[in-house]
Nanobody, 126 residues
Framework: QVQLVESGGGLVQAGGSLRLSCAAS????????MGWFRQLPGDEREFVAA????????IYTDSVKGRFTISRDNAKNTMYLQMNSLKPEDTAVYYC???????????????????WGQGTQVTVSS
């Protein structure tokens, strides 16, 4: 089993920055790719960014390219999402996810991930 815990969410004005963290525990050696998703009430979970096990490959949804940076520190079993130039439309609950199936590519859909955190709220005011 793997446990994921997000932190770092909060309220920020448009144009501001936040850094989310996702700490993994348990069978962390089994985790391959990791990702960030976000969700509004009543909406489907939306892909934000993902990173390969080595950290070499990163993928972003178009709306966050150039503003968000995903990274991971495997020695600390922690993944990060640096969010700059935040916009009101970035407001959502952000979830981190971990994959243990070791796909040949970095997965970008919720169904491809095996473990999820509880989510952290990010609110961007205009």
């Amino acid at each position: 089993q793997v446990q994921l815990v997000e932190s770092g969410g909060g309220l920020v004005q448009a144009g501001g920055s936040l850094r989310l963290s996702c700490a993994a525990s348990g069978r962390t050696f089994s985790i391959s790719a990791m990702g960030w998703f976000r969700q509004l009430p009543g909406d489907e979970r939306e892909f934000v960014a993902a990173i390969s096990r080595s950290g070499v490959t990163t993928i972003y949804t178009d709306s966050v390219k150039g503003r968000f940076t995903i990274s991971r520190d495997n020695a600390k079993n922690t993944m990060y999402l640096q969010m700059n130039s935040l916009k009101p439309e970035d407001t959502a609950v952000y979830y981190c996810a971990g994959d243990v199936k070791r796909y040949s590519r970095v997965p970008t859909t919720p169904g491809e991930y095996d473990y999820w955190g509880q989510g952290t709220q990010v609110t961007v005011s205009s």
